[in-house]
């Protein structure tokens, strides 16, 4: 078949055939000879209905998606317009018979120089080449009538909207890298946008300072890391040993927090008491010499406030009657060093107010969203108390959810599927209108109102959350971290416009994601969205490690805890590098080590691992391992070489004394754990 028959084909098979119906649209790809623009070795599948590779493990774009694109640009013939990733040039062709003039800008050198030559030597002479970062638009021949962009990005590129012209159309794709929307904004006026989501696409990633950073290029072709030996000996010379937990001296570590008004502690595996004791010291000295307001950590917000409540030494708030920490995995916070830390700072607030205290109280909190119906029956048990109307209301939307109070996941499948209407709408409006009377509400007690607001946070992001679990990693883990990061902005916001926190959460959430192989899944995180609103002065980030010891977990979700055996680190890993320093316990500063030899080396990817609440020995590398540049993740690594598993509390007798103490509506000193 000749090429012009092909293009015939293709026009009517994969375009007409799906919508686009523009006739300057189909002509222009029946004029534009797609095989000029792929490589010579894949000429034959030219009219495939695909991307095709080229050069720099680009792509050119599948003729459709091309076509959507330029057929939501509404094009009549006089527009200036331009394009972000010219790659082959191919679409730069077709918006050029589109088009009055086409400036196109491509990140990679050589593909502009040979599209440059390409759309020459073809004749498309209003088409303008340009090498630099899309992102940022093309200022020197803005506004524009369009802008395409052809590339996926985080979001939209703010550059781009501002060089439309009034009327002007931008689509763009956009999410995470495995998956994007393509999104249409057209400016309506000065300040004023409208965006409209067209279909979902895969592109490749728009990489610049307004899409995706160019640090995942390391990850995605790492330098080949130094011999560990090597690095270890480094790591020897710099680090801190750690003795004992307790007389250790934090003080380095406290003057390199500074000011930070986030200070971030993580965790190597869920179940590891080094993890929660060393956590503890550090937070009892933030707490107490440096003015710290809080701690919250990865636990469930209305099982965290009965801590919270423990901890002020208040008297039992009014709130519903159920089990504190008792979803699995419960060890996480029902453990013997949780309980140590939670008396400590209920001692200490019990020094707060009166004659000769400090005057401050510290509050524990929960940053996490899987408390989908006791969140709810905490909004409605408020609302019972301050406004019986709305608690009517509320109970009545809130009631579509209850079917599902075994098992939330299910809820999010039955909607998918289209056996259930979603409760979107519904739990959405229940928090907006709480927020709206937050004034009257919070007139009559601040502190209950703030609880009851979050609770109905969690019940809308919950509700979303167990919706996205069906469609893949990033969108679920996003919507999770997000939650917690506003939960985070949330307290600081409550505790004042000085006020610090302190956040304990496993590594995952709190080292910056970005140089993790998680920001290749399109997938942030609250470390992430910590350094983003707070900068590097004002957010540190800790990360924890271990070589070998034992943990607890289970061994699979939902399975009872065990004691597992934590196997010797991968060679590969930075576990040996730090295993073969031969220093027990350390603390390794890498902001600004003594020798920066130390922060180039742990920047080279390698694995790193993460044991969470489950852990699979047998298949540790594939469920355990990932890559990092470490020194990108944390600001400091505290390192221990063998570790030990934290001890769960008993969970018949504490439950027995909690439902005694909430039944006498008293506060025992061991409460909420009973111990
Ligand atoms: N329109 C092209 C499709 C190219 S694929 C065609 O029809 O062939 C996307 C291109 O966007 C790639 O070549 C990639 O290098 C480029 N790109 C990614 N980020 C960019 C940025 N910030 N600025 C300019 N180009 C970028």
Not at 384 to 396: H, P, Q
Request: proline share 6%.
């Amino acid at each position: 078949m000749i090429s012009e028959q092909k293009r015939d084909d293709m026009v009517t098979t994969q375009l007409e055939s799906r919508g686009i119906a523009d006739p300057r649209v189909l002509e222009a790809f029946q004029d534009v000879a797609r095989e000029d623009f792929v490589p010579e070795s894949l000429r034959e599948f030219a009219y495939k209905d695909s991307p095709l590779p080229i050069e720099n493990e680009q792509t050119i774009s599948q003729p459709y998606i091309v076509a959507l694109t330029v057929e939501a640009l509404s094009l009549r013939g006089h527009e200036r317009v331009l394009e972000v990733g010219t790659g082959s040039g191919y679409a730069a062709a077709i918006l050029s018979r589109l088009a009055a003039e086409v400036y196109t800008v491509e990140r990679i050198a050589s593909l502009a120089e040979s599209a440059t030559e390409r759309l020459g030597r073809l004749g498309y002479e209003n088409v303008h080449v340009h090498t630099g970062d899309g992102t940022l638009g093309w200022a020197e021949h803005a506004p524009y009538d369009a802008i395409a962009v052809a590339a996926g990005g985080p979001e939209v590129p703010e550059a781009l909207v501002s060089q439309l012209k009034l009327g002007g159309r931008l689509v763009v794709p956009v999410g995470p890298e495995t998956q994007q929307v393509l999104v249409r904004v057209t400016r309506t006026g000065t300040h004023d946008f409208h965006r409209e989501e067209l279909t979902s696409v895969r592109f490749v990633p728009l990489i610049g300072k307004q899409g995706w950073p160019d640090q995942q290029q390391i990850l995605r072709a790492p330098p080949k890391p130094s011999p560990s030996a090597s690095v270890a000996r480094l790591v020897r010379e710099v680090a801190e040993p750690i003795g004992d937990i307790d007389s250790d001296s934090v003080r380095p570590l406290l003057a390199r927090i500074g000011d930070a008004r986030v200070v971030l502690l993580g965790e190597a595996t869920h179940g590891t008491s080094e993890f929660y004791r060393m956590r503890a010291r550090i937070s009892r000295e933030l707490i107490e010499h440096h003015g710290f307001d809080f701690v919250a950590v990865e636990a469930d917000w209305p099982d965290a406030a009965r801590i919270d409540n423990y901890v002020l030494g208040d008297p039992i708030r009014q709130g519903p009657e159920f089990e504190p920490f008792s979803r699995f995995p419960s060890w996480m916070w029902r453990n013997t060093d949780v309980v140590e830390f939670t008396s400590w700072l209920r001692k200490f607030n019990a020094h707060a107010p009166g004659h000769g205290g400090h005057g401050r109280r510290v509050g524990f909190h929960g940053l996490d969203l899987y408390s989908l119906f006791t969140s709810i029956a905490a909004v409605l048990h408020y609302l019972d108390d301050v406004d019986s109307t709305a608690a009517r209301a509320a109970r009545n939307r809130y009631a579509a959810l209850t079917p599902w109070q075994r098992d939330p996941a299910e809820y999010g499948r039955a909607v998918l599927v289209g056996a259930y209407e979603s409760s979107e709408k519904a739990v959405v409006s229940i928090l907006r209108e709480l927020l709206e009377r937050r004034i009257e509400y919070a007139r009559k007690d601040g502190e209950r109102f703030f609880d009851a607001a979050q609770n109905a946070r969690v019940v809308a992001n919950a509700e979303r959350y167990y919706r996205a679990m069906y469609y893949g990693s990033p969108s679920s883990w996003n919507l999770r971290d997000s939650h917690m990061f506003d939960t985070l902005e949330a307290l600081l916001g409550f505790y004042g416009p000085d006020s610090r926190g302190i956040v304990w959460e496993h590594n995952s959430h709190v080292g910056n994601a970005l140089a993790t192989e998680m920001s290749l899944r399109g997938e942030h995180n609250v470390g992430q969205l910590c350094r983003a609103k707070y900068g590097d002065d004002g957010t540190y980030i800790v990360g924890f490690g271990t070589d070998h010891g034992t943990v607890a977990a289970a061994s699979d979700w939902e399975e009872p805890m065990q004691i597992f055996e934590v196997r010797p680190s991968h060679p590969e890993s930075y576990e040996r590098v730090f295993h073969e320093s031969g220093v027990a316990a350390f603390r390794l500063p890498l902001r600004a080590p003594k020798r920066a030899a130390v922060r180039d080396e742990l920047s080279a990817p390698r694995l790193e691992r993460a044991i969470g609440v489950v852990y699979r020995p047998d298949t540790e590398l594939l469920s355990h391992y990932f890559q990092a540049s470490l020194a990108q993740q944390f600001d400091e690594l505290i390192w221990f070489d063998r570790t030990t598993a934290v001890e769960p509390l008993a969970p018949a007798q504490d439950r027995r004394v909690v439902r005694t103490a909430t039944q006498r509506a008293e506060l025992p000193d061991t409460y909420p754990f009973g111990l």
